[in-house]
C-alpha cells in the first residue's frame, strides 16, 4: 500500500506547479482522495479532495481558485495543479485517503520564493 508525491520544487511568486500522486496496492478507484500540506513550524493543512465515481470536489477557501484537484483512475493517479502560488503555499505537500483506512504519502516539498 503506497501513495508516492511528486512534482514539487521552487517556484518565484505567481507561478505554477502541478503535483501528482501514484498509489499503489490498494482499489484507488475506489477511495475518497485528499491533498493535506503542512508548512514549516504548523500543524497539517487540509487543502482539497476529490470523491470517487463522481468526481465532487471541495477545496479550502484559501485555494479556491487557484488550486484543482483531478484524479485519473486508470493511472492511478491524483493530481493538483496549483496556480498564481504564493510565498504562504510554501509547505510540504502530502496526498492521501479522504476516510478510513488513511494512507498518507511521503510528501513534496513545495517552495515558493523570489
Known amino acids: 500500500v503506497q501513495l508516492v508525491e511528486s512534482g514539487g520544487g521552487l517556484v518565484q511568486p505567481g507561478g505554477s506547479l502541478r503535483l501528482s500522486c501514484a498509489a499503489s496496492g490498494f482499489t484507488f478507484g475506489n477511495s475518497d482522495m485528499s491533498w493535506v500540506r503542512q508548512a514549516p513550524g504548523k500543524g497539517p493543512e487540509w487543502i482539497s479532495a476529490?470523491?470517487?465515481?463522481?468526481?465532487?470536489?471541495y477545496y479550502a477557501d484559501f485555494v479556491k481558485g487557484r488550486f484543482t484537484i483531478s484524479r485519473d483512475n486508470a493511472k492511478n493517479t491524483l493530481y493538483l495543479q496549483m496556480n498564481s502560488l504564493q510565498a504562504e503555499d510554501t509547505a510540504v505537500y502530502y496526498c492521501?485517503?479522504?476516510?478510513?483506512?488513511?494512507?498518507w504519502g511521503q510528501g513534496t516539498q513545495v517552495t515558493v520564493s523570489s
Open positions: 492521501a485517503t479522504w476516510k478510513k483506512p488513511y494512507i
Open positions: 476529490i470523491t470517487t465515481v463522481a468526481g465532487a470536489t
